[in-house]
């Protein structure tokens, strides 16, 4: 796992309790060697609690806020229910590592 992450994993656990993740998970260039510290965004997988639409949308983007706050840099934030294309949940899955789970 990436430094860059694990340094922040006891406020990745907090934001995920804060906002009703299920699961967090990690993907992409920072599972990878080819991770660039100054130019690479994260990518994160996420698995929300069950709520109503409204508090969906506040957790989702109040999570994206936090995460883009917390490692200074742009972050995409993935559902994964919302993947539909079957070739980028196959690039996905050959890279994800869970980083928090409820």
């Not at 742009?74 to 890279?95: Q, R």
């Amino acid at each position: 796992m990436n430094k860059i992450i694990l340094d922040k994993q006891p406020q990745l656990i907090e934001l995920c309790k804060q906002f009703h993740a299920q699961r967090l998970e990690v993907f992409g260039s920072v599972t990878r060697d080819d991770f660039d510290p100054e130019k690479s965004d994260l990518d994160f997988l996420v698995v929300f609690e069950e709520m109503a639409p409204g508090e969906h949308a506040d957790s989702y983007f109040g999570l994206l806020s936090e995460l883009e706050a917390l490692f200074d840099r742009n972050i995409d934030l993935v559902e994964l229910k919302a993947i539909t294309n079957p070739y980028f949940l196959e690039a996905v899955e050959e890279s994800r590592v869970n980083l928090y789970a409820a």
